[in-house]
């Protein structure tokens, strides 16, 4: 339904046909409104039959369908060559707009012609004209070919020149062939060179359009779908790769692609493709604030939400991040999330397993008569006041390792704890590497005044 137009669709039996005229008689007898039966048609599909054409015909009392009618100028009925359906489009646009890469956009154009004027700077890159000997080239803002010479475009041209603008303006009317002067004028030596020495006779009749990146100079949807999207394609995203491997719900994982590629419907990203300002924003409500920005760290609810949420996050942490920063933050944290927000009885089995591999290694390394790194025992104690102690490790199995740290405060609650793999080549490297991962997490954590111990007597 649009408007006062309606299209009904039923099958072609008798009973399907009393239904309908039975339902139409009764809305006009209730409304009061008619149908008009000279604009009303009828279409058939190609299994109906001659008899079954004409009861429906009679019954309803419409003419049928040729297969030209239109609606809101644009056909109804297509036909296999979908291109063709739509040639009075561009008929129209050629009877009007002079060029579309030499006019301006009108003041009250509507949003669908600032979408298609949003496309123009694209086209005009990845486009070449072929000039023809009739050409209509506008050398101020496509990218044109003179015979079998380069690319020529609007870097070449004289800034002062005013008067000139298309190709045909550079020929002799006399002659016919390239007015020397005007050329010497507009272009720069090296390109007047080229354009004068070119035979216009050789040209074809009319400029042939092409796209660049095509074999055949033709345009495709397809190429230029890979052309606008090169940048993406062009290397590996990494990022959207772990948000489709992360072990989460599949919704959500489509959100944070979408969230990663600017593809959420925010007002921002229709203002983008029409030009119109972004609406207020659905939650707070704040004016022209619909936008990925706002809604990651500068909505009321939103903040709250971080605030609230099982890391107590502020939102000042959040807010010079766009989509995809939010995503990297997420994917890779600058604190330890699983550190956090543990039971004690969950770390206490966590510190004794990794205590109790250490014991191993550590028996290990003193019976070897090389290893020489004065491994010695050491005692757990509670930091001074103000203060935390954290405690870092390296363990090892031949070339494979792994290392872990430990913060405490004062009162002997464990702040936070994590450990990794990593591959060394000796033993100090490794408690190296453990005393670095124990800095870094203090850092992250925003934890100071930390004193560091290790069994290692190399190392403290």
Known sequence: ??????????????????TVIDAIDKYC???GQMINVSKSKLFFSKNCSARCREDFLQGLGFDEMSGEEK??????????????????????????NAGFLSTSLPYRASPLARGIWATRDFITDNSVW??????????????????DGPILQKGIINPLIKNLNLVSDLVDI??????????????????????????????PVVDIACWKSSKDGSFSLKASYWDYNKSRFAEKDNLCEKIWLAKIHERFNVFLWKLCQDALPFSSK??????????????CGCEEKDTAEHFISGCSITRRLWFSSRWGLRPDALSSLNGRDLVAWLLHPPFSIFSIHRSFIFLQKNIETCFSEHEKVRTVENERPDSGLGVVDYRWGLPRPGRVRGFVDFASDREMGAMAVVLFDASGSVMAFGAKKVVVHDVFQGEL?????GVTLALDMQIERVDFHSDN????
């Open 29 to 31: 007898k209730w409304s």
């Open 130 to 147: 072929i000039g023809g000997q009739n050409s209509s080239i506008y050398f101020w803002c496509q990218q044109w070919l003179c015979g």
């Open 1 to 18: 339904m649009y408007a006062d137009d309606l299209l009904i669709f039923l099958k072609a039996d008798q009973r399907n046909r009393d």
């Open 457 to 460: 007597s190399m190392l403290f």
């Open 433 to 437: 590497e453990a005393l670095l991962f």
């Open 71 to 96: 609606f809101l100028g644009n056909l109804i009925i297509f036909n296999g060559r979908r291109s063709s359906d739509f040639d009075f489009v561009i008929d129209k646009i050629c009877s009007r």
């Open 174 to 203: 006399d002659s016919s062939g390239w007015n020397v002067r005007m050329v010497e004028d507009v272009f720069v030596p090296d390109a007047a060179s080229m354009i004068i020495s070119s035979d216009r006779n050789v040209f």
């Open 270 to 283: 229709l203002q983008s493709i029409f030009g119109k300002p972004p609406g207020s924003c659905y939650l």
